[in-house]
């Protein structure tokens, strides 16, 4: 069984989640903290789950640890952030995607699910495509925004996927947010894309990128290590779109 774990009481007035599991080109998880880092935000609630790892994380310069998969909280901005240091497995994504949804109920957020779309040989200089599904009546999150409609049918697979999926079963407002990315490396690039066309214009935050434009490199040797971890464990535990005829 998964189960949302408090740490603190926080308050906010209708908050918006963004989600940053593991997946293509990591471009969920680069955004979310660097987020997650910029804003300090605060570490409020952590996941368990019988597919979630029991690992300790340890961070630079610090004594203490931390669970795999944690929330995060900004009240000043009414903004919360899921991230993860590892793959959320497939025999948890069921239950991961009820726990995380029923609490998201409960705090009456709205989250932004973000995944990565692999696109083969695509130039360094090319300006990834990004697009916009949603459940509930969060579409007109995005036609606010003018954000894209999917060129074409596709799938989006994973824990993120599940999480969309259980969005719609409960008729939870939910945004997902597709960017084209690197399917076999760490992509800062799309990233960038992921957050200035799609998360700040949504929640109204204004996000400072150009960490990720003058670290790409450096970004992308950090989470290279990760982005192997989930080219070995496969589509199952990581968060993609696929167009569905490579689906099929």
Do not use: C
């Not at 994380?57 to 991230?83: F, H, S, T, W």
């Not at 969060?138 to 606010?144: H, K, P």
């Amino acid at each position: 069984m998964a189960r949302v774990r408090e740490k603190t009481d926080v308050s906010l007035d209708e908050p918006m989640l963004v989600e940053g599991l593991p997946g293509v080109g990591l471009v969920g998880k680069i955004a979310t903290d660097l987020i997650v880092d910029q804003f300090d935000m605060a570490y409020v609630a952590s996941i368990d789950a019988d597919g979630i790892p029991r690992v300790a994380i340890y961070d630079e310069d610090k004594r203490g640890i931390e669970p795999p998969v944690r929330i995060y909280a900004d009240e000043e901005r009414d903004l919360l952030a899921l991230q993860s240091d590892v793959p959320v497995s497939r025999t948890a994504a069921v239950d991961f995607a009820d726990s995380v949804t029923n609490w998201l109920t409960d705090v009456d957020a709205t989250p932004l699910y973000l995944s990565g779309l692999p696109i083969e040989d695509q130039t360094p200089d090319e300006i990834p495509d990004i697009y916009g599904i949603a459940t509930g009546n969060a579409a007109s999150l995005l036609d606010e925004q003018d954000i894209p409609l999917p060129p074409e049918r596709g799938v989006v697979g994973g824990p993120t996927g599940a999480l969309l999926n259980r969005a719609a079963e409960t008729h939870l407002d939910a945004v997902g947010l597709v960017v084209e990315s690197d399917p076999q490396f760490p992509d800062p690039t799309a990233a960038n894309r992921l957050i200035t066309n799609g998360i700040e214009p949504i929640t109204g935050v204004s996000v400072n990128t150009e960490e990720l434009v003058d670290r790409a490199e450096e970004i992308r040797e950090q989470k290279e290590k990760l982005a192997q971890r989930m080219q070995q464990a496969g589509e199952e535990e990581s968060s993609q779109a696929q167009p569905m005829r490579m689906f099929q």
